[in-house]
C-alpha cells in the first residue's frame, strides 16, 4: 500500500516546473494536489472516487478493479444504492481496500464527442464527489481520469475538466480538504496532466 505521506504534493513533484516565485505565490494550493501514476487500489487515503456506471453494481475498467480489491461486501452495499444518475455519486465503506471510502461517481458516455452536457456531467462528477468528501469531514481523495475509458471522454478536456474543477473546490474550501491526488493509469495522461498541473496549480 501506499501512505498518503509517501505521496509527493505537486509543490515537490520531480517534475514541476514552476519556478521558485510562482511556487510561493501559490504554494498551499501546490502543496494540496499530486499527481500518481498507478494503481488506485494501493492508496490509503480517505476515499477513492470511482468511474462507475449507473448501476453501480461493477463493471470493467477502474470500477473492475475496485470491486475485485474491495471485495464482496462492497458489491452487497453498492446493490442496497439503487444506481446513481449520471453527474451524481454516492459513498460507500472501503471494505478490503487500504482505503476508508469509496466514492462512486457515474461520468457521461462521450464516445469521442463531447458538447456542452457532457462539459458539464463531468465536472459535475468531480463537484458531487468533493461535496461528498466534506459531508463526511475526509480529508484526502484520489480520483481517477473519469469517462475517459470505456466511456470515450476525449482524455485532454477531461483534463482540464478535472483541475479546474478541482482548483476551484479547493480554493473555496482550503481548510477543508488535505489531498487532491490525480491518479492517473496510462501514460498519456500523465503527461497530459504533467504539461497542465502547473497551470492550474502553481502560476497565479
Ligand atoms: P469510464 O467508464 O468512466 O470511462 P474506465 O474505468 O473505463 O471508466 O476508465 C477510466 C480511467 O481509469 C482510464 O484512464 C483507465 O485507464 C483508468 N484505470 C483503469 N484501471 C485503473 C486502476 N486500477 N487505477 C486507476 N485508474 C485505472
Same mark, same amino acid.
Given at each position: 500500500?501506499?501512505?498518503?505521506?509517501?505521496?509527493?504534493?505537486?509543490?515537490?513533484?520531480?517534475?514541476?516546473?514552476?519556478?521558485?516565485?510562482?511556487?510561493?505565490?501559490? &504554494?498551499?494550493?501546490? *502543496?494540496?494536489? #499530486?499527481? @500518481? $501514476?498507478?494503481?488506485?487500489?494501493?492508496?490509503?487515503?480517505?476515499?477513492?472516487?470511482n468511474a462507475a456506471n449507473s448501476s453501480l453494481l461493477g463493471g470493467g475498467g477502474?470500477d473492475g478493479?475496485i470491486h475485485?480489491?474491495?471485495?464482496?461486501?462492497l458489491y452487497e452495499e453498492c446493490h442496497s444504492l439503487n444506481g446513481c444518475e449520471t453527474?451524481k455519486a454516492k459513498?460507500t465503506?472501503?471494505?478490503?481496500?487500504?482505503?476508508?471510502?469509496v466514492?462512486h461517481t457515474v461520468g457521461?458516455i462521450?464516445?469521442?464527442?463531447?458538447?456542452? &452536457?457532457?462539459?458539464? *456531467?463531468?465536472? #459535475?462528477? @468531480? $463537484?458531487?464527489?468533493?461535496?461528498?468528501?466534506?459531508?463526511?469531514?475526509?480529508?484526502?481523495?484520489?480520483?481517477?481520469?473519469?469517462?475517459?475509458?470505456i466511456y470515450?471522454?476525449?482524455?485532454?478536456?477531461?483534463?482540464?475538466?478535472?483541475?479546474?474543477?478541482?482548483?476551484?473546490?479547493?480554493?473555496?474550501?482550503?481548510?477543508?480538504?488535505?489531498?487532491?491526488?490525480?491518479?492517473?493509469?496510462?501514460?498519456?495522461?500523465?503527461?497530459?496532466?504533467?504539461?497542465?498541473?502547473?497551470?492550474?496549480?502553481?502560476?497565479?
Open positions: 500500500y501506499v501512505p498518503l505521506d509517501k505521496i509527493p504534493t505537486w509543490a515537490n513533484h520531480d517534475n514541476n516546473t514552476a519556478t521558485e516565485e510562482e511556487e510561493r505565490k501559490s &504554494f498551499s494550493l501546490a *502543496d494540496k494536489v #499530486s499527481l @500518481y $501514476k498507478g494503481d488506485i487500489t494501493i492508496l490509503e487515503v480517505d476515499a477513492i472516487v477502474v478493479c475485485r480489491a474491495a471485495g464482496h461486501l453527474g459513498i465503506c472501503g471494505y478490503d481496500l487500504p482505503a476508508k471510502y466514492i457521461p462521450a464516445r469521442g464527442n463531447v458538447g456542452q &452536457f457532457q462539459r458539464d *456531467d463531468l465536472e #459535475s462528477c @468531480y $463537484k458531487c464527489s468533493l461535496k461528498l468528501m466534506k459531508d463526511n469531514n475526509l480529508r484526502s481523495v484520489a480520483f481517477p481520469c473519469i469517462s475517459t475509458g470515450g471522454f476525449p482524455n485532454e478536456p477531461a483534463a482540464e475538466i478535472a483541475l479546474k474543477t478541482v482548483r476551484d473546490w479547493i480554493l473555496s474550501n482550503q481548510d477543508e480538504i488535505d489531498r487532491v491526488i490525480f491518479c492517473v493509469f496510462l501514460e498519456t495522461d500523465y503527461e497530459i496532466y504533467k504539461r497542465k498541473m502547473s497551470d492550474f496549480f502553481s502560476p497565479d
